[in-house]
């Protein structure tokens, strides 16, 4: 059982940063792919990026591409989602997600049915 918890989440003028994290414990966090996704009000859940367990490979969206940046520390347990250039349209919650374990180090997740364990999110503001 991996437990997840966000943290960094923010109001911020556009144009701004802010750089989210997210805590994992419990499981083995160095084998499994990490993710974060989002939720807008009235809208679904939807794919912001994805990294493979080793680091090596990262996808992130195409309405966040240029600005949004994964990374991981195995070592401390921790993935991140670096966000600049923020707009009003990134508002949402954000959530990270740990994926089921795969033996591909370069292999990441897009979908979330891929991903076994969710965060509570993190709110982030961008007002316009």
């Known amino acids: 059982q991996v437990q997840l918890v966000e943290s960094g989440g923010g109001l911020v003028q556009a144009g701004g940063s802010l750089r989210l994290s997210c805590a994992a414990s419990g499981g083995t966090f160095s084998v499994l792919p990490m993710g974060w996704f989002r939720q807008a009000p009235g809208k679904e859940r939807e794919f912001v990026a994805t990294?493979?367990?080793?680091?090596?490979?990262?996808t992130v969206a195409d309405s966040v591409k240029g600005r949004f940046t994964i990374s991981r520390d195995n070592a401390e347990n921790t993935v991140s989602l670096q966000m600049n250039s923020l707009k009003p349209e990134d508002t949402a919650v954000y959530y990270c997600a740990a994926g089921r374990f795969t033996p591909d180090q370069r292999q990441t997740y897009a979908r979330e049915n891929q991903y076994r364990y969710w965060g509570q999110g993190t709110q982030v503001t961008v007002p316009s």
């Open positions: 990294i493979s367990w080793s680091g090596i490979t990262t």
